[in-house]
């Protein structure tokens, strides 16, 4: 069975840090994307940052340089670090990933195109 558990959320003041991971089980892809979303509520999930799979990472732009994903796939992790946070930052964090055949590809943005999801990390940043 598939299951993605992520861990790192918190409360913290703005202007400081955590770092969220996600632990990927039940699956080693040979080929995939993974991707950190956030969501506050009633609004819809919103990316933030993705390797796609052919490795390479992109942001959103309002991340403006403050976070880093990154991905261990011996260990089967994603993990994002946030530095700087502002509590517009505040949200539920989630992280998927994406299947790929053969020759495809996968950016990781498509929210649909995303096959399993964790049950996410709460982030509070307070001002």
């Known amino acids: 069975q598939v299951h993605l558990a992520e861990s790192g959320g918190g409360s913290v003041q703005a202007g400081g840090s955590l770092t969220l991971t996600c632990v990927l089980s039940?699956?080693?892809?040979?080929?995939?994307?993974m991707a950190w979303y956030r969501q506050v509520p009633g609004k819809e999930r919103d990316g933030v940052a993705t390797?796609?799979?052919?490795?390479?990472?992109s942001y959103a732009e309002y991340v403006d340089g403050r976070f880093t994903i990154s991905r261990d796939k011996a260990e089967n992790t994603l993990s994002l670090k946030m530095n700087s946070l502002k509590s517009e930052d505040t949200a539920m964090y989630y992280c998927?990933?994406?299947?790929?055949?053969?020759?495809?590809?996968?950016?990781?943005?498509?929210?649909?195109?995303?096959?399993?999801w964790g049950k996410g990390t709460l982030v509070a940043i307070s001002s």
């Open positions: 039940g699956l080693r892809p040979t080929k995939s994307c």
């Open positions: 998927a990933v994406g299947l790929v055949s053969d020759g495809g590809f996968c950016s990781g943005w498509d929210v649909d195109a995303m096959d399993y």
């Open positions: 390797i796609d799979s052919d490795d390479a990472e």
